[in-house]
């Protein structure tokens, strides 16, 4: 946290990357294998998120392709805030990483916090940005430039499920009311689930239930 102290302070969804780090390198958390980083809010647990993943490395998940990072008015926004037009321009069609969900193996989810702290630290330092959603701008920044090795996953296609982007029409249920990934498999992570309140209720009914 000697970093983080040395700055303005930042919005919890920044600030929360450098108290990942902090406990990740706990002695006592030198047992754990692998790590799920996610948003709580929106977020609804059908399966095991390890299940299906793979087992090495570090995986960033993809939001719907039908955006890219410049046709996406806040992702484009936070892009430019937090490293100017010209990497905006650079990253424009690239397809949107969701800094929401990430997972690994603790190893390489200790390297990729290790760089993205970093990164949040250099960019508050350097430029005035929106309180919140520049983490997402650094996330999309690190993973297009290949900062750290990792694995990229569509959306529809891997243990979570991005809503953000993906219209009504292309949710897909069991019959126990499950959403289910593009090929039929049950998503074992369901992000963004308030952009479609309505398809969720009974889930969220039946979980406070």
């Known amino acids: 946290m000697r970093l983080y102290r040395r700055l303005a302070p930042v919005h919890p969804t ?11 390198l706990e002695a006592q ?3 754990v294998r692998r790590v799920l980083l996610a948003d709580t809010r929106d ?3 059908q399966r095991d998120p390890f299940d299906g993943a793979p087992n090495r ?3 960033g998940f993809l939001e719907e392709r039908t955006e890219s990072i410049g046709s996406s008015d806040v992702n484009a926004i936070w892009m430019r805030a937090c490293y100017g037009e010209a990497e905006l321009a650079a990253l424009a069609d690239r397809p949107i990483f969701c800094s929401g969900t990430i997972l690994g193996e603790r190893d390489a989810m200790v390297s990729y916090l290790r760089v993205l702290t970093s990164e949040i630290a250099a960019v508050a330092g350097r430029r005035f940005v929106s309180p919140s ?5 650094c996330h999309n920044h690190l993973l297009h430039h290949e900062a750290v090795p990792f694995t990229a996953l569509e959306n529809g296609a891997s243990p979570v499920m991005h809503l953000s982007l993906r219209p009504a029409e292309r949710l897909r249920f069991s019959a126990g009311g499950e959403l289910l990934n593009d090929d039929g498999g049950v998503v074992a992570m369901v992000h963004q689930w308030d952009r479609h309140p309505d398809r969720f209720r009974a889930i969220i009914d039946r979980l406070l239930g």
Request: glycine content about 12%; overall charge negative; hydrophobic content about 55%.
């Open 14 to 24: 920044a600030l929360r990357y450098f108290i990942y780090l902090e406990q990740l």
């Open 29 to 31: 958390q030198a047992g």
């Open 43 to 45: 977020l609804i647990f």
């Open 57 to 59: 490395g570090l995986v």
């Open 133 to 137: 959603g520049f983490d997402q701008a």
